[in-house]
């Protein structure tokens, strides 16, 4: 029974248990012993196994939506620890009062909806247009670039989904750019771009693609959240900041945490190098 529950995420409903041969009677003598725990009329959990995000939104009538369920398609998301769910509004007053359940809608980022959710894991349409009232118009522009990039979708599907959809959508829509190699790049682009700078993305100088060319001579480079460099990729990257550098361009290297929290130090920096002409000559890069 415990690998059962392992597979459904932790909770299982009454009629997914009727399916695998539990009778009322032989759930409520399980229930009696402490073999399973009723979470609420028509939903268990065994004593013994953890709730999967699957099961937290099972346990609260939901469903895992939002950038969470994007993440596990393979969409490139902002960074969070919170599980997305989208949850029917008419039941939020009426959650069990088990711990667990109260745990599972205090840590989770809940998004209300007027209709019934009828099935635990939101698809990709629905997710993303939960995920177009999250998450910031700029992100945004990301998550539906690692989309085409991908293969996920196409630009006419995306075309479509704006038409029908929200603001939010239709003004990312209009910013695509498959040509990004990143979901942290796509957002730099879309910041450039507002700075009415000139500038192309994924420029290859001599041996050496890099990211963002501003003018002629400021390399911008992009360091991922995932980018975790072992002895090999540090010495590559510095050879390619050295080498860059004697040729005359200027390289501006950011991280992916310099570019979501600290974009206005970001610009301040490149708008200095701008102002100096760094980006129109050549010369001896700092830095």
Known sequence: MAQRFTAHGGTMTTRMLREVGYSTRQLQSLVASKQLLRVRPGLYSHPQIQWSSVGRA????????????????????????QLHLRVPRHTREGWSRDPRVQRCAKGAHLHTHADAITSPIDDLATSLHVASKCVDRIELVAMLDSMLRSGMASRYALETHADAGNAAMRWAVAELDSRSGS???????????????????????????????????????????????????????????????????????????DVVLRWEECERQILEFVRAGRHLRGSKAVG
């Open 58 to 81: 099972r346990a609260l009538g939901g469903a895992v939506s939002c950038v969470s369920r994007l993440k596990e398609l393979g969409v490139w998301t902002p960074q969070t620890s």
């Open 183 to 257: 979901g942290v790049e796509s957002i730099v682009r879309t910041h450039l771009k507002r700075m009415r700078l000139r500038f192309d993305i994924q420029v290859r100088i001599g041996v050496w693609p890099v990211d963002v060319l501003i003018g002629n001579w400021l390399v911008i480079e992009i360091d991922g959240f995932e980018y975790h460099s072992g002895e090999s990729d540090f010495g590559r990257d510095r050879r390619k900041d050295r080498e860059l550098h004697g040729m005359g361009y200027t390289v501006l290297r950011f991280t992916y945490w």
